[in-house]
């Protein structure tokens, strides 16, 4: 059995590693640890520092001890485009000569300049009923630019995902698939964050929001004339990490309104959904990502949604060693690893 690729989030704060082992008794972790970037790293998806992005995974393995080259990485943003389409049922043979034609039709980007590919997700009764597609176009620059800082850190691409279908990999892997049931999973990132409604097990609708942690950071810094150190470390205390009691009053107000603000962002988008399909009820909403931590969001999301919300953890039915790792770090920071977990499932050779 092919071993699991090592799990690498390049997000716009962060990289992330993760790496899992399937055993007779279920997942186990083996690596989990994160290396800060430097601000404007990573801008809406495409790398701008590409050697710091080296350097940040360098340290990872160097740090972690990584064993193993083959890497599982997502990209997000403006540059990746997902649309569900219908097509006429054809074999696959004909559907891998037609895909690049009908993407055509349903992506802004002209068919040379982007990745293109598909995953049938079902199709409608009867004889001549359509096949349901989800059809997926990424830019070949962004591509080629994420593959090309994984080799120069000596590690080897195998696999490039989806942000948003990442963290469905790691809730199916933790919580259990209900048929009936449609759940929105929302990775809160520093600047980018991904919806994904997975009905019946199937992702029904997916959507990339500019909008992320460091809106909180930013306000905070403004309204209150401090330095970017000390407005995260507020952010921070306000999610009960560390001593909250010496957050200023002040910093809560402006938390609550940022909060409001995000949340009302995430909630157009889920009523884009519900508006688009007559009989779908959000039945709950998981956050993951560094934000998803803030009490103030999850409370805003909960009273715009009407739904309940809960930090999703993405190590929940995965065995950790407390000899090994250090237990409250891994609290800490799991709602972090959610993207990471869910490259770190896929094997080398996984249809992408």
């Known amino acids: 059995m092919p071993k699991n690729c090592i799990g690498l989030d390049i997000g716009s704060s962060s990289v992330k590693v993760v790496q899992l082992r399937e055993t007779s008794k279920g997942l186990q972790l083996i690596n989990f640890g994160f290396e800060p970037l430097p601000a404007q790293t990573i801008v809406d998806g495409a790398i701008m520092n590409q050697t710091a992005v080296v350097e940040a995974i360098k340290t990872l393995r ?26 006429p049922p054809m074999t696959p043979e004909e559907l891998e000569e037609q895909i690049p034609w009908e993407a055509e039709h ?13 995953q049938l997700v079902g199709s409608e009764g009867g004889a001549g009923g359509q096949m349901e597609l989800l059809l997926v176009a990424a830019k070949k620059e962004v591509v080629s630019d994420y593959s090309m ?3 120069e850190a000596k590690l080897q691409p195998m696999i490039m995902d989806v942000a948003a279908f990442t963290i469905q990999n790691a809730y199916e892997a933790n919580y259990p698939v209900v048929p009936e049931e449609a ?26 929001v500019t909008v992320g942690g460091n809106a909180f950071t930013e306000e905070i810094q403004k309204r209150l004339n401090v330095s970017q150190e000390e407005a995260e470390a507020w952010k921070i205390g306000s999610s009960g990490e560390g001593a909250s009691e010496v957050v200023p009053q002040e910093v809560e107000a402006v938390i609550v309104s940022v909060a409001d603000s995000v949340a009302g962002k995430f909630q157009r988008s889920l009523d884009f959904y519900l508006a688009a399909s007559s009989d779908a009820r959000i039945t709950r909403i998981y956050l993951c990502g560094g934000s998803a931590k803030v009490p103030a969001l999850q409370r805003a999301l909960e009273d715009k949604a009407r739904t309940p919300v809960e930090v ?6 995965i065995a950790v060693d407390d000899h ?4 409250a770090f891994v609290q800490q920071h799991a709602a972090e690893a959610a993207v990471a977990v869910g490259l770190a499932l896929r094997r080398p050779g996984d249809k992408q």
Do not use: Q
């Not at 349903?106 to 598909?118: N, R, T």
């Not at 929302?186 to 990339?208: H, K, Q």
């Not at 090994?324 to 237990?327: A, E, L, Q, R, S």
């Open 183 to 208: 759940v929105a999973i929302i990775n809160v990132g520093a600047t980018l964050c991904n919806i994904n409604i997975v009905a019946g097990g199937t992702s029904a609708f997916t959507r990339d």
């Open 106 to 118: 349903h992506i802004p980007f002209s068919k040379d300049d982007v990745e293109i590919d598909h």
């Open 324 to 327: 090994k790792f250090d237990m």
């Open 149 to 151: 800082v994984i080799r």
């Open 312 to 317: 999703m953890d993405p190590f929940r039915k």
């Open 62 to 87: 160097d740090n972690l001890g990584i064993k193993g080259k083959e890497v599982a990485t997502a990209i997000s943003g403006h540059s990746v485009i997902i649309k569900k389409i219908k097509v």
